[in-house]
Structures are given as structure tokens and as C-alpha cells.
């Protein structure tokens, strides 16, 4: 649950961030958004997790 909620706070920062310095426009990020939404309830939802897992654990051993 942790690497889930860092990982959306990471991720919402770049898009801010991206929509701050106008590199991607408001319709691309709720296209993004939407995007990830329906991806989440598909079959490949827990494999998108254990590979975020496994990154973010990969990450704390540096």
C-alpha cells in the first residue's frame, strides 16, 4: 500500500510538474489519467504492480 501511494504522489508531481512547463496539455493528462484507470481493472494490473514493487525495493537498496 505504501509503494502505491508514493508511487501516485510521484507520478501526480511529474504531471504537474509537466503541466507547469506546459510540455503536455490538460487533455493529454486526463487522457493519461483515463488511460491508467482502465488499466488498472484489466489482467495485467498485477503485473504492472510487482514490477512497480520490485522497482521501488530495487530503489531502496541504493
Not at 493519461?32 to 537498496?61: D, H, Q
Request: proline share 2%.
Amino acid at each position: 500500500m505504501i509503494v502505491s501511494v508514493s508511487a501516485a504522489l510521484l507520478l501526480a508531481v511529474v504531471v504537474v510538474v509537466l503541466l507547469r512547463q506546459r510540455i503536455i496539455g490538460i487533455g493529454s493528462a486526463l487522457a493519461c489519467a483515463a488511460f491508467g484507470f482502465c488499466l488498472a481493472s484489466t489482467g495485467i494490473a498485477p503485473a504492472i504492480t510487482e514490477f512497480l514493487t520490485a522497482v521501488a525495493s530495487l530503489v531502496s537498496l541504493a
